[in-house]
């Protein structure tokens, strides 16, 4: 209990401090986490059981509400990489891996990337990605860079998971001015163009703050 309201403490402050980049103003629910981890196949359904090591990425992990659903399902060789931009979510997670007994049994497999996803460098590194960035707080080029970054990084054959608060884009459109209207019609057509190339399922969440839809993508 100490450390859910930890969690939300430090996300309330994140998302007061850095509204654009944190996106929300509470931390995902598990139902959220749950539906987002849907493709890190837990050790049981691995195919290649515990001998065969995939490499999970976890986009703007926050406070973590979303790792411990994927954490849950980590095979015994998979690695799990998370990538986080704000230094204070950073080392609330650093501590979380040392101190939280589920998380400190993976901590020799995981790292923490201090960064935003465009610099990761590699390509075809990782199996599954899951993303918790708030895409629609961006600009359409910024959004583009981002999902040019998941592409470069995914492997051939891997999931791209991702999420976005239901009607938010039309929700917003309705109170903006101009420019922002024009912003919110350029992502909708972006994000419209990819899901319709590459989504292969997609699921409503009603039990967050706000409601989200999640999206699963394969690019080939
Ligand atoms: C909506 S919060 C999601 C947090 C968490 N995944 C959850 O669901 O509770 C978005 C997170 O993405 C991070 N973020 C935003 N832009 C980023 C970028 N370009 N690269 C890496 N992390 C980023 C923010 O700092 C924040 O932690």
Known sequence: ?????????????????????????????PRLGRALARFVPDATSNG???????RIL???????????QIVARLGERDRLELVELNDRFVAHLRERFTREPALAAVASRMEIHHAPIQDLPGTAQYDVIVSGLPLN???????????????????S????????????RPMRTIASGQKERRR???LTELLGS?????EFARQMVLTNVPPAWVHHLRFE
């Open 157 to 168: 054959g891997g999931t791209l998971s991702f999420f976005e608060y239901v009607a938010v």
């Open 194 to 198: 990819l899901c319709r190339q590459h």
């Open 48 to 54: 290649g059981g515990s001998d065969s090591q995939r």
């Open 137 to 155: 707080n961006f600009s359409v080029e910024l959004a583009e860079s981002i999902l040019t970054s998941y592409k470069r990084l995914l492997k």
């Open 58 to 68: 976890e986009a703007g992990p926050g406070t973590g509400a979303v790792t411990n």
């Open 184 to 186: 919110l019609r350029g």
């Open 1 to 29: 209990m100490r450390q859910l309201i930890s969690n939300y403490g430090l996300f309330l402050r994140e998302f007061r401090r850095t509204f654009h980049t944190t996106g929300a103003i509470l931390p995902s629910s």
